[in-house]
Structures are given as structure tokens and as C-alpha cells.
């Protein structure tokens, strides 16, 4: 059984910077394929980070030069370094494997959904 463990949120300033981490288990993790969703207040959850077992990664348009996602295969865990964030970037963040087409509708995932990390960029 999957399992996945996000942590790392906070309530920061717009510009100021976190970093996500997320714990995976259940899964043979240095051959998946990994991403880091958002579901903003009142929208759905949409991936925006995602990286492939090989340590290639790809990102939605509006976080691109300012997140980066990495992985520590050793560790099983995938990470999500936020930089210059806006309020825009508000919502709850999770991790899940990945297959199908990513950044499109049929992106699917391996596992269910964890407690996820809550992310507010306010003034």
C-alpha cells in the first residue's frame, strides 16, 4: 500500500522561499516517476512539478523558474523547492507517483492522496 507523507509548509511573505518534502512508501520509488500537485482554495488539484525516475523534470507554466523539484532515491523522498512565491501559490501541496501524460487530463497517479502540506503566501 502506497503511503506518502508531505511536510514543510508554512505561512511565508510574498518572495520569501520554502521547501516541501514528502516521504514515499509501498512503492519500488527509484523507478517511479514522482510529481507535486497544488489545489488552490476553491480550484482542483493540478500538478505542477514532476520528475522522472531518470531525474528529468518538467513544470506548469506559472512555476516554472522558481520551483524546483528534486529526489533523493536513498531516502525515498521527493522534494519541492519554492522561491519567490506569490499569493497565487496559496493552497495545499501533495505528492504522488505518476503515470499516463503529465501537465494534461490524463494524468493519473499510483497512490492515494496523503495529508498534504498547506502553503499560504499573504502579507
Known amino acids: 500500500q502506497v503511503q506518502l507523507v508531505e511536510s514543510g509548509g508554512g505561512l511565508v511573505q510574498p518572495g520569501e522561499s520554502l521547501k516541501l518534502s514528502c516521504v514515499a512508501s509501498g512503492m519500488?520509488?527509484?523507478?517511479?516517476?514522482?510529481?507535486?500537485?497544488?489545489?488552490?482554495?476553491?480550484?482542483?488539484?493540478?500538478?505542477?512539478?514532476?520528475?522522472?525516475?531518470?531525474?528529468d523534470t518538467d513544470y506548469e507554466d506559472s512555476v516554472k523558474g522558481r520551483f524546483t523539484i528534486s529526489r533523493d532515491n536513498a531516502k525515498s523522498s521527493v522534494y519541492l523547492q519554492m522561491n519567490s512565491l506569490k499569493p497565487e501559490d496559496t493552497g495545499d501541496y501533495y505528492c504522488n507517483g505518476l503515470a499516463g501524460y503529465y501537465f494534461s487530463d490524463l494524468v493519473r497517479i499510483v497512490g492515494s492522496w496523503g495529508q498534504g502540506a498547506q502553503v499560504s503566501v499573504s502579507t
Open 28 to 55: 519500488v520509488f527509484k523507478i517511479q516517476d514522482m510529481g507535486w500537485f497544488r489545489q488552490a482554495p476553491g480550484k482542483q488539484r493540478e500538478l505542477v512539478a514532476s520528475i522522472t525516475s531518470k531525474g
